[in-house]
């Protein structure tokens, strides 16, 4: 299957600070990427859906001046997380997906764990 | 009501048995379907996509697609250990490329 990738894998941080993850499709070109977020024995949770070149389009409920996402090309989306609180720390991983696939498959990065002290 | 609903679990088979993971999914006009495996602490992997009617099977794993009764289905035959982790079924949806996921079943295989 197609390969995306996510940097950092982990990050520790503190409280007021801002943190950047890179989401990357390093075999095809991702039309479309996908955030996610993911507390301990719960389920994903869709935060928000980027296309390159546009603005992105949140979930209710997702404070999209708080996660700040830019996909800037078809194989680079960022989610910003701006002045991160402890309860921002999660694990957030990223999908991609394109409209080439046959069956708009959308395959995830290996997450990013997010802990804010 | 849930868009994707799966049979809770937990589920524990014993070593080479079969084990049975059941989806049903509301919206009746979705078009393709996954199943992901996503061990404790990772990332869900894609291990299956079903797109039309019938079986699709790859190595030790068969899905199973009913559009009729909006009911698809993953059979993992010859179950291993490194087979425990929990299987989430994913609907795409027919008007953007957004994923809806069930709750997952998990799976645990005995040796």
């Known amino acids: 299957g197609a390969v995306v990738s996510q940097h950092p894998s982990r990050v520790i941080c503190k409280s007021g600070t801002s943190v950047k993850i890179e989401c990357r499709s390093l075999d095809f070109q991702a039309t479309t990427m996908f955030w996610y977020r993911q507390f301990p024995k719960q389920s994903l949770m869709l935060m928000a859906t980027?296309?390159?070149?546009?603005?992105?389009?949140?979930e209710q409920g997702v404070e999209k001046d708080k996660f700040l996402i830019n996909h800037a090309s078809l194989t680079l989306s960022t989610l910003t997380v701006t002045s991160a609180h402890p309860e921002d720390s999660s694990f957030y991983i990223c999908s991609a997906t394109s409209g080439g696939l046959p069956y708009n498959e959308q395959f995830f990065g290996p997450g990013t764990r997010l802990t804010v002290l | 009501q849930k868009e994707v609903e799966q049979n809770s679990g937990p589920l524990s088979v014993p070593e080479g048995a079969i084990a049975s993971l059941n989806c049903t999914y509301s919206d009746r006009v979705s078009q393709s379907f996954f199943w992901y495996r996503q061990y404790s602490g990772k990332s869900p992997e894609l291990i299956m996509s079903?797109?039309?009617?019938g079986d699709k099977e790859d190595g030790r794993f068969t899905a199973q697609l009913n559009k009729a009764s909006q009911y698809v289905s993953l059979l993992i035959r010859d179950s291993q250990p490194s087979d425990s982790a929990t299987y989430l079924c994913a609907v795409n949806s027919a008007v953007d490329y957004k994923l809806s996921f069930g709750a997952g079943t998990t799976v645990t295989v005995r040796a």
């Open positions: 079903i797109y039309s009617n």
């Open positions: 980027s296309n390159e070149g546009s603005k992105a389009t949140y």
